[in-house]
């Protein structure tokens, strides 16, 4: 009964990451470089609205994956062939870091992107 438990459980938590990787905004790829070169010499609304675009996505991301790992997390703790185990404690600290550094990287990215759309209305006024 243990193992069907577990079974289903991990089961459940690939369900939910497929579906929250495929909800994810589609936006253009930039490289490093390309981002780096564009953040440099971004002048136009165009530019600045790309790069914003870029950190929305981001931001995006970075919340799919706390998300994810919020699930782990719960499947972690329902999982009752765990309950004894050292290692359970030491795997869901492990996910709760990971949620707390990815949410601060969703939020930075927010920042970056706001402050580009700025950057891009003030372009348009030039």
Same mark, same amino acid.
Request: charged fraction near 20%; include cysteine; hydrophobic fraction near 40%.
């Given at each position: 009964?243990?193992?069907?438990?577990?079974?289903? &459980?991990?089961?459940?938590?690939?369900?939910?990451?497929?579906i929250a990787a495929s909800a994810q905004p589609k936006s253009e790829q930039l490289t490093r470089?390309?981002?780096?070169?564009?953040?440099?010499?971004?002048?136009?609304?165009?530019?600045?609205?790309?790069?914003?675009?870029?950190?929305?996505? =981001?931001?995006?991301?970075?919340?799919?994956?706390?998300?994810?790992?919020?699930?782990?997390?719960?499947?972690?703790?329902?999982?009752?062939?765990? &309950?004894?185990?050292?290692?359970?404690?030491?795997?869901?600290?492990?996910?709760?870091?990971?949620?707390?550094?990815?949410?601060?990287?969703?939020? =930075?990215?927010?920042?970056?992107?706001?402050?580009?759309? =700025?950057?891009?209305? &003030?372009?348009?006024?030039?």
């Open positions: 009964m243990k193992n069907t438990f577990a079974a289903l &459980s991990i089961l459940s938590l690939a369900f939910v990451m497929t470089q390309q981002l780096d070169t564009l953040v440099a010499t971004a002048k136009t609304p165009a530019e600045h609205q790309r790069i914003a675009s870029f950190y929305e996505a =981001k931001a995006a991301t970075y919340r799919t994956e706390a998300e994810q790992h919020e699930s782990m997390i719960a499947a972690y703790k329902a999982n009752p062939g765990l &309950s004894t185990s050292k290692n359970q404690a030491s795997t869901i600290n492990h996910c709760e870091y990971v949620v707390k550094t990815l949410n601060s990287r969703a939020a =930075k990215s927010d920042e970056l992107a706001q402050l580009h759309e =700025k950057m891009a209305e &003030s372009a348009k006024q030039k």
